[in-house]
């Protein structure tokens, strides 16, 4: 079964920075994209940065010059590094990979069950 299991997340004071790890684990064959989504609370799930196999990155532009997605297709890894978050930046922040699991053909989108950020004034 793939697995994707987000850490890092917590208090952290506006101005901040706050690191965000996701390891996917399981019978991966081949990741391709991999994403981080959030969910603040009484609003719909937002793209906040995506970044493909051969590491190009796309940022929300709400968070474009602050945050940094990154990845370690070594290790299957993402992160996503928030450097000066902001109180609207709080929600649940969520890890998203397409994957081709081992002895499938095509590619699954799987979630993280979600890491709290709370961003303090």
């Known amino acids: 079964q793939v697995q994707l299991v987000e850490s890092g997340g917590g208090l952290v004071q506006a101005g901040g920075s706050l690191r965000l790890s996701c390891a996917a684990s399981?019978?991966?064959?081949?990741?391709?994209?991999m994403a981080w989504y959030r969910q603040a609370p009484g609003k719909q799930r937002e793209l906040v940065a995506i970044?493909?196999?051969?590491?190009?990155?796309t940022l929300a532009d709400s968070v474009k010059g602050r945050f940094t997605i990154s990845r370690d297709n070594a290790k299957n890894m993402v992160y996503l590094q928030m450097n000066s978050p902001k109180p609207e930046d709080t929600g649940v922040y969520y890890c998203?990979?397409?994957?081709?699991?081992?002895?499938?053909?095509?590619?699954?989108?799987?979630w993280g069950k979600g890491t709290l950020v709370t961003v303090s004034s």
């Open positions: 998203v990979a397409d994957v081709r699991a081992a002895g499938d053909m095509t590619y699954g989108r799987y």
């Open positions: 399981g019978p991966i064959s081949s990741l391709s994209d």
């Open positions: 970044i493909t196999d051969v590491g190009r990155t």
